[in-house]
T-cell receptor, first 112, second 113 residues
Framework: GAGVSQSPSNKVTEKGKDVELRCDPI?????LYWYRQSLGQGLEFLIY????????KSGLPSDRFSAERTGGSVSTLTIQRTQQEDSAVYLC??????????FGPGTRLTVL | KQEVTQIPAALSVPEGENLVLNCSFT??????LQWFRQDPGKGLTSLLL?????REQTSGRLNASLDKSSGRSTLYIAASQPGDSATYLC????????????FGAGTRLTVKP
């Protein structure tokens, strides 16, 4: 069966540009998470979607970051006016209840 | 705020050696602790999950222990192989909430043939 997929795998952009990162969770998984992994750092929670409930956006670092999940499936993380400190690997995970989350391969974002 | 620390940051061992990776956390009131493996360019693969009421979990050559009171967990890898080379991440779930997971920065393991 297909796992969590993310696209693109790599994204290089110029400072100030907007980027969109996509996550396709495992079919049927109601929970979807976005994390950021900066060099030498642990995973940082960004946002969490659970079913039709309002998302938990408590981890988003600034209002330049937003995410949506359409139809309870695919999710898009958007970063507006990218900054060099946004460079990181962005990981998506999905789950169907606790405790295990299944992670995608990540998108490596480089802001020049 | 829960802080998760992993030591060492990097480790290089010859093939066949037994090794221990360490994870410490500041708040002992955890729901569970999980060890993941991350290969370059890939996502995280769950290795072992220890519930707060458990002391250890084993899977093949891997053994993870949990000492909640001291805020520590260890991942023991027996008879290491080059294929074990990866970054190992420790994560603690603070409560029964899906979004309340804190990760360490990881230990990058290299097993030399």
């Amino acid at each position: 069966g297909a796992g969590v997929s993310q696209s693109p795998s790599n994204k290089v952009t110029e400072k100030g540009k907007d980027v969109e990162l996509r996550c396709d969770p495992i079919s049927g998984h109601t929970a979807l998470y976005w994390y950021r992994q900066s060099l030498g750092q642990g995973l940082e929670f960004l946002i969490y979607f659970q079913g039709n409930s309002a998302p938990d956006k408590s981890g988003l670092p600034s209002d330049r970051f937003s995410a949506e999940r359409t139809g309870g499936s695919v999710s898009t993380l958007t970063i507006q006016r990218t900054q060099q400190e946004d460079s990181a690997v962005y990981l998506c995970a999905s789950s169907q209840g606790l405790p295990e989350q299944f992670f995608g391969p990540g998108t490596r974002l480089t802001v020049l | 705020k829960q802080e998760v620390t992993q030591i060492p940051a990097a480790l290089s061992v010859p093939e066949g050696e037994n090794l221990v990776l360490n994870c410490s956390f500041t708040d002992s009131a955890i729901y569970n602790l999980q060890w993941f493996r991350q290969d370059p360019g890939k996502g995280l693969t769950s290795l072992l999950l220890i519930q707060s009421s458990q002391r250890e979990q084993t899977s093949g050559r891997l053994n993870a222990s949990l000492d909640k009171s001291s805020g520590r967990s260890t991942l023991y890898i027996a008879a290491s192989q080059p294929g074990d080379s990866a970054t190992y991440l420790c994560a603690v779930r603070q409560g029964g909430y899906n979004n309340d997971m804190r990760f360490g920065a990881g230990t990058r393991l290299t097993v030399k043939p």
